[in-house]
């Protein structure tokens, strides 16, 4: 199993970024896939979850409506849209598996290395 983030970069408020993360080892479509984020002195925050399936997706209060997670089932790789981007949003963000396939979600030991979005002026 192999998570590899990437599309970090740093932006101006109000901009929008897509973040991906592709997956081997084991196909998406079957596990909640999850987005989380972690600033510098911080503990890491869950920021989106998507369901296996098509069994929906939930967010953190601070990103709904500026966040989507999906799925590009063809590249086995989950996707982060941001949108109207703040500095607050600035983090490493990092996806990760669920332990079980077409379960509800607890996180496994499966980390990517993280993509860096920093958001300033």
């Known amino acids: 199993v192999q998570l590899v983030e990437s599309g970090g970069k740093s932006v101006q408020p109000g901009e929008s970024l897509r973040l991906s993360c592709a997956a081997s080892?084991?196909?998406?479509?079957?596990?909640?896939m999850t987005w989380y984020r972690q600033a510098p002195g911080q503990e890491r925050e869950l920021v989106a979850l998507?369901?296996?399936?098509?069994?929906?997706?939930s967010y953190a209060d601070s990103v709904k409506g500026r966040f989507t997670i999906s799925r590009e089932r063809a590249d086995n790789t989950v996707i982060l849209q941001m949108t109207a981007l703040r500095p607050e949003d600035t983090a490493k963000y990092y996806c990760?598996?669920?332990?079980?396939?077409?379960?509800?979600?607890?996180?496994?030991?499966?980390w990517g290395q993280g993509t860096q979005v920093t958001v300033a002026s």
């Open positions: 080892g084991f196909t998406v479509d079957v596990y909640g």
């Open positions: 990760n598996r669920a332990q079980t396939a077409w379960a509800n979600y607890q996180p496994s030991n499966y």
């Open positions: 998507l369901n296996p399936g098509d069994r929906g997706a």
